[in-house]
T-cell receptor, first 113, second 114 residues
Framework: GAVVSQHPSRVICKSGTSVKIECRSL??????MFWYRQFPKQSLMLMAT?????????EQGVEKDKFLINHASLTLSTLTVASAHPEDSSFYIC?????????FGPGTRLTVT | AQKITQTQPGMFVQEKEAVTLDCTYD???????LFWYKQPSSGEMIFLIY??????QNATEGRYSLNFQKARKSANLVISASQLGDSAMYFC???????????FGPGTSLSVIP
């Protein structure tokens, strides 16, 4: 099946700094990617839909100025957590769509100290 | 409103036995798709099985089968001959209409006992 990568897999940063997470579709082009956040022992919560060449569509309650999404090419979407705080610590997972099938990345564990 | 409900936060099953994980959903769209994913402790999301709303037969993939009861809006996952490696979180998910968005249920933690 199709492969989606995420980088980094783990990141620890200090409160107030910004963190960028990359999501790449390795062997296919994806016009649409999704970003999810998962807190411990909870489900995946959809944050936003990332569309190549246009602005991301954010779910209700997700701050677009805090979670900046850029879908610069058909194989790359980035999520930047601006001025991260400890409550932003979570597992961030992206997925990429190919012909209605959704393929997930391995996730990025963000810890903000 | 909760679109996907999984009423079993945690389940235990004896190795080699079958187990059913419950999932009910809510949608007014006649076209939708239902998914089950497995998430081991490593965090990766592993696709298990898919059922389309217009599919006439219940989906099966190896030891996984989906008990699709459209009128009841339920899509239970049946795992036959449980293995120790089946211990993980299991998420039921749904996609509505032509929308690519997939919404997840709260999940069920399955533990397989030797």
């Amino acid at each position: 099946g199709a492969v989606v990568s995420q980088h980094p897999s783990r990141v620890i940063c200090k409160s107030g700094t910004s963190v960028k997470i990359e999501c790449r579709s390795l062997d296919f082009q994806a016009t649409t990617m999704f970003w999810y956040r998962q807190f411990p022992k909870q489900s995946l919560m959809l944050m936003a839909t990332s569309n190549e060449g246009s602005k991301a569509t954010y779910e209700q309650g997700v701050e677009k100025d805090k979670f900046l999404i850029n879908h610069a090419s058909l194989t790359l979407s980035t999520l930047t957590v601006a001025s991260a705080h400890p409550e932003d610590s979570s597992f961030y997972i992206c997925s990429a769509v190919q012909t209605y099938e959704q393929y997930f990345g391995p996730g990025t564990r963000l810890t903000v100290t | 409103a909760q679109k996907i409900t999984q009423t079993q936060p945690g389940m235990f099953v004896q190795e080699k036995e079958a187990v059913t994980l419950d999932c009910t959903y809510d949608t007014s769209d006649p076209s939708y798709g239902l998914f089950w994913y497995k998430q081991p402790s490593s965090g990766e999301m592993i696709f298990l099985i898919y059922q389309g709303s217009y599919d006439q037969q219940n989906a099966t993939e190896g030891r996984y089968s989906l008990n699709f009861q459209k009128a009841r809006k339920s899509a239970n996952l049946v795992i036959s001959a449980s293995q120790l490696g089946d211990s993980a979180m299991y998420f039921c998910a749904m996609r509505e209409g032509n929308n690519d968005k997939v919404i997840f249920g709260p999940g069920t933690s399955l533990s397989v006992i030797p």
